[in-house]
């Protein structure tokens, strides 16, 4: 069965600190894996991940895949107020029907 | 400009009473998912539909239903049936073969 587990569960920071956020998986059939952030409602897209090694970068925020290994880590740096929000990894495994499979998510807090 | 409309925002239900959940999408998309969110628990899938007038049940499936009668709309009903109904509940759409969802805003319900 695909699965997601990510850690930690939860995380208070102050601003300016810098972050990682790992997410593990169990799959069968790897077809993608991405990262959310979810503020008040709707989860909004951040990265898509296909290939190991390859990091995606937007602005203070990176994140990279380890298909070896099972894992991706979400990095943040010099962290912001709004940046906090719950980060969700999701996986795309084994299926045609486009089904994510969701880890508990990461609750980030960043204090001013 | 294109997107996915849930409503209502809030609701509240007397226990033993059903309640339904609409998703409207206008982005063209094949594909779309309902998913519960509790705290602490990420995401956790009820139904999907990539074509209308099907739809597949997804992990959480017990105490729900729903439609897919026009290729927009995906409505979920809560029945009575559902023993803990209270919840953060997202509609989500995707082309058949695409990237990441589009995600509404979502509707929290509340049993009282």
């Known amino acids: 069965e695909d699965k997601v587990v990510q850690s930690p569960l939860s995380l208070v920071v102050h601003e300016g600190d810098t972050v990682t956020l790992n997410c593990s998986y169990e799959v069968t059939n790897f077809r993608s894996l991405l990262w959310y952030k979810q503020e008040k409602k709707a989860p909004t897209f951040l990265f898509m991940l296909t290939s190991s090694g390859i990091e995606k970068k937007s602005g203070r925020l990176s994140s990279i895949l380890d298909k070896k290994e099972l894992f991706s880590i979400l990095n943040i740096t010099a962290t912001q107020t709004g940046d906090s929000a719950i980060y969700l990894c999701?996986?795309?495994?084994?299926?045609?029907?486009?089904?994510?499979?969701f880890g508990q998510g990461t609750t980030l807090q960043v204090k001013p | 400009d294109g997107g996915i409309t849930q409503s209502p925002k809030y609701l509240f239900r007397k226990e033993g009473q059903n309640v339904t959940l609409s998703c409207e999408q206008n982005?063209?998309?094949?594909?779309m998912y309902w998913y519960r969110q509790d705290p602490g628990q990420g995401l956790r899938l009820i139904y999907y539909?990539?074509?209308?007038?099907?739809?597949q049940k997804g992990d959480i499936a017990e105490g729900y239903s729903v439609s897919r009668e026009k290729k927009e709309s995906f409505p979920l009903t809560v029945t009575s049936a559902q023993k803990n109904p209270t919840a953060f509940y997202l509609c989500?759409?995707?082309?058949?073969?695409?990237?990441?969802?589009?995600f509404g805003s979502g509707t929290r319900l509340t049993v009282v």
């Open positions: 982005l063209n998309h094949d594909a």
């Open positions: 999701a996986l795309h495994g084994s299926s045609n029907t486009g089904k994510l499979i």
């Open positions: 539909s990539q074509i209308v007038n099907d739809f």
């Open positions: 989500a759409s995707t082309p058949l073969v695409g990237t990441g969802y589009t």
